[in-house]
């Protein structure tokens, strides 16, 4: 595969079995034990996926991954998060705030190495549209992580924009609040499926009068009509 994983985590033990198994499955990994070296290694270099631990000894492991998930040139590197923390909150914190995975020590480094194949294939699978357009006036770049409303970058949570790409890119179809749900946690049913009604919400009011190109669909979810 040949493809570049980072791994941070403060514990020595853990960098290394997570090093040893990936790289027999082909990957090659850079270990890091803070965030301040594993930064300074993102300034050379661009991992095809980050496994970052949220206990570090010299930064909050949500903070880091909230930054890197507002940045242009590191917004769309997935992240699988690792911690001892289990509590559902920390989950969903974890998630709401840009990460594609989330797996709890102690973990099994089979378990390990199917979430980060499949957080990889999601990725691949993902079209490569350069802008998607709605209206004319609603330009979507999913690459570079933006969103621009006659001119203006607008900004918008993580989860926003992956609902908002969701529907923009099957124009006309109905979306249902289950499969939208499964496409942002991958099946975890972490959160109620009202929650999205939230975010669509917050959606139409950022995007202002261009929020009425999301269509509600009585009972059902939500599409994108022009």
């Known amino acids: 595969m040949g493809k570049i994983i980072v791994v ?5 033990d853990i960098v290394e079995l997570i090093s040893v ?28 996926l980050i496994i970052l631990d949220l206990m570090l000894p010299d930064a909050d492991g949500f903070e880091v991954c909230k930054y ?16 001892a923390k289990g509590e559902e909150v920390d989950k969903i914190l974890g998630l709401e705030i840009g990460a594609d995975d989330y797996i709890t020590k102690p973990f099994s480094t089979r378990e390990l190495i199917a979430r980060v194949k499949a957080v990889l294939r999601r990725f691949e699978k993902e079209d490569k549209f350069e802008v998607i357009k709605i209206g004319g006036n609603v330009e979507i770049l999913p690459n570079k992580y933006k969103v621009i409303v006659s001119g203006k970058e607008i900004e918008l949570t993580s989860t926003e924009f992956k609902i908002l790409v969701l529907l923009a890119k099957r124009k006309g179809w109905v979306f249902s609040r289950d499969q939208i749900l499964n496409y942002l946690y991958e099946g975890e049913r972490l959160v109620f499926d009202r929650t999205i009604d939230v975010h669509i919400a917050h959606l139409r009011e950022k995007l202002g009068k261009y929020g009425g190109f999301i269509k509600s669909v009585r009972g059902i979810g939500y599409k994108i009509e022009e």
């Open 8 to 12: 941070v985590d403060d514990e020595v």
């Open 68 to 83: 890197l998930k507002s940045e242009e040139k590191y917004g769309n590197i997935p992240i699988i998060m690792v911690t």
């Open 21 to 48: 198994n990936l790289g027999k499955v082909g990957f090659k990994v850079e270990g890091f034990y803070n965030a301040g070296d594993f930064l300074n290694f993102l300034k050379k270099r661009t991992p095809d």
